[in-house]
């Protein structure tokens, strides 16, 4: 009966996630073509394009005008049909929904992979692997360093050290890049201790243990401008969460028993602490690999963030739709993940299944 509860309860949570993460991708497809504006743009620069590739072939400049016109307006036209201008907006809008939503990412206009390809999934694929290394490292030592660092503040509640991160926790308003740009200036500028950006040295080590290293090394100033733009900020927010639980009723109650302090602030205050803290560190993952475009510019990281700048400056709207629809099918599932686990690590939290 719970397993059959529990399936109905994921099923209708998932539906609803479902229609929802459908109608975020249908407004960034209205808002990446702004209401079938780019199309024009590109109708234009396609129209300019083509006639200087004419202009400068000899073959097409001996011909007359009226002939090379004709050759132009040609090509002009199944470049339209190949790129689907030739239907309305309204329509084509309904057919991305559908390409999206089965996970069809059709093919960019303008860019292309590195090996080449076009296709939208290769593209964004080809440069996931090094955004979400970086970055999933990062959160994972975030993670464990906010946790243990509240924890310990929450115990020395009114120290000096506890002073010190609330005063210093407005400094994380500044993002990651503008400590990375320091850390260059530092590390790279005036020390010469580590490389300023990229992924790996060039030429790349071939001994694999020494490639790892290089990008190890390469790692750690991007690592370490994301740690310092959280560190006060994250672990003054955890220590604010323990000491907020560490006040109810049931802990009261636990130290009144005589329970070990250790096992109280285990079962009784980090517990129940967990789902906000869980909740923070999966969502900011996941929008770690969507909002690191400019730190990833800053240390010139190939990954995801410089794939999304050059899509926005090539107006590309496949490419743009295709990164928020693995980014909204990532946050969805991550969502209706939460949602089952809370049950497990908050036990005041009971999901009425079925």
Do not use: C
Not at 172 to 193: A, D, E, K
């Amino acid at each position: 009966m719970a397993v059959k509860g529990l399936i109905k309860y994921i099923v209708r949570r998932g539906l609803v996630l479902y229609a929802t993460m459908l109608a975020g991708i249908y407004l960034t497809i209205l808002v990446a073509n702004m209401g079938g504006k780019v199309d024009e743009i590109i109708l234009a620069d396609l129209q300019t394009q083509i006639w200087d590739q004419v202009n400068r072939n000899p073959v097409y400049r001996a011909l007359p005008g009226a002939e090379r016109e004709k050759i132009v307006k040609q090509m002009i036209e199944n470049e339209i049909k190949r790129l689907g201008l030739d239907t309305p907006f309204i329509v084509r809008s309904f057919r991305y929904l559908i390409d999206a939503a089965s996970l069809n990412l059709g093919r960019a206009q303008f860019m292309t992979s590195d090996t080449g390809s076009k296709l939208v999934s290769n593209i964004i694929l080809e440069r996931l692997p090094a955004t979400v290394m970086l970055f999933t490292t990062v959160m994972i030592i975030n993670f464990f360093l906010h946790l243990f660092l509240g924890l310990y503040l929450s115990r020395r509640y009114g120290s000096l050290l506890d002073k010190i991160f609330v005063t210093l926790a407005p400094t994380s308003v500044l993002p990651g890049w503008f400590y990375g740009i320091i850390l260059i200036l530092i590390f790279y500028t005036w020390l010469h201790v580590l490389p300023p950006g990229g992924i790996v040295d060039i030429p790349p080590p071939k001994d694999p243990l020494l490639y790892a290293l290089s990008v190890l090394k390469h790692m750690i100033l991007p690592m370490a401008s994301w740690i310092i733009s959280g560190f006060f900020l994250g672990a003054y927010g955890n220590r604010t969460f323990f000491l907020i639980f560490s006040t109810e009723d049931y802990v009261e109650a636990a130290k009144a028993k005589g329970l070990p302090p250790s096992l109280v602030e285990r079962r009784y205050i980090l517990r129940p602490s967990l789902p906000p803290i869980v909740t923070g560190f999966a969502l900011g993952l996941i929008g770690s690999w969507s909002g690191a475009i400019i730190t990833e510019a800053v240390f010139n990281w190939p990954g995801l963030g410089s794939v999304v700048n050059s899509a926005i400056q090539y107006m590309d709207t496949p490419v743009i739709l295709g990164f928020t629809v693995i980014y909204a099918y990532l946050l969805m599932v991550t969502v209706l993940v939460l949602d089952i686990i809370y049950g497990f690590i908050d036990p005041r939290i009971k999901v009425r299944f079925g």
